[in-house]
């Protein structure tokens, strides 16, 4: 059974700096493109950002290019989010999840159940 578990979230300020994580177990992640996810307060949940197996050319969502940059360990089974020049707007519980590709990830068509997620607040 697949199991993901993000952390890192919490409380910052407009313009401030965080770094999530997102440790698999029951999946092997270096087989897969990865994901992180996003689900605002009363809205559904967004595609942030995808990076392949390979770690070679990530994608983003246009309201977070230039700010948040995904990468991947995959001897650690990890992945991450740093996320800069934070915006209020970027407040979310955030998710990481496997798919077959960027593309199924930027459609949201993930392999696993959702983990419990990491919750950012940005105040301003």
């Known amino acids: 059974q697949v199991q993901l578990v993000e952390s890192g979230g919490g409380l910052v300020q407009t313009g401030g700096s965080l770094r999530l994580s997102c440790a698999a177990s029951?999946?092997?992640?270096?087989?897969?493109?990865m994901g992180w996810f996003r689900q605002a307060p009363g809205k559904e949940r967004d595609f942030v950002a995808g990076?392949?197996?390979?770690?070679?050319?990530?994608y983003y969502a246009d309201s977070v290019k230039g700010r948040f940059t995904i990468s991947r360990d995959n001897a650690k089974n990890t992945i991450y989010l740093q996320m800069n020049s934070l915006k209020p707007e970027d407040t979310a519980v955030y998710y990481c999840?496997?798919?077959?590709?960027?593309?199924?990830?930027?459609?949201?068509?993930?392999?696993?159940?959702w983990g419990q997620g990491t919750l950012v607040t940005v105040s301003s």
């Open positions: 999840n496997a798919g077959s590709s960027l593309w199924d990830l930027r459609d949201l068509n993930t392999l696993d159940a």
């Open positions: 029951g999946r092997t992640l270096s087989s897969y493109a």
């Open positions: 990076i392949r197996w390979s770690g070679s050319t990530p």
